[in-house]
Nanobody
Framework: QVQLVESGGGLVQPGGSLRLSCAAS????????MGWYRQAPGKQRELVAT???????NYADSVKGRFTISRDNAKNTVYLQMNGLKHEDTAVYYC??????????????WGQGTQVTVSS
């Protein structure tokens, strides 16, 4: 099991930047993959970016080139650097951990979410 705590959300102008942090309660090296998802009002939760314990990354097409996911194993923390923010990026962002990398969701954990609002 793992507890995930997100931070770094807030209000930012279009074109601005934010860096989200996800602090895990255990070594993230022992977690197969971690990632960020987001849910905008009236929409389903969607994948933003993932990173495996081998460093392989994956991004949604809508954020590719603007967002960067990274990890610091020593700090047990995963980051999401968000640049060139757009109104459509407004959502609650959730940190996610898939411990085993299996199809089952039994070993999937979620943070409480952090609000990102892009507005002028």
């Amino acid at each position: 099991q793992v507890q995930l705590v997100e931070s770094g959300g807030g209000l930012v102008q279009p074109g601005g930047s934010l860096r989200l942090s996800c602090a895990a309660s255990r070594s993230i090296f022992s977690i197969y993959a971690m990632g960020w998802y987001r849910q905008a009002p009236g929409k389903q939760r969607e994948l933003v970016a993932t990173i495996t314990n081998s460093g392989r990354t994956n991004y949604a097409d809508s954020v590719k080139g603007r967002f960067t996911i990274s990890r610091d194993n020593a700090k047990n923390t995963v980051y999401l650097q968000m640049n060139g923010l757009k109104h459509e990026d407004t959502a609650v962002y959730y940190c996610h951990a898939d411990i085993l990398g299996a199809a089952s969701t039994a070993d999937d954990y979620w943070g409480q979410g952090t609000q990102v609002t892009v507005s002028s």
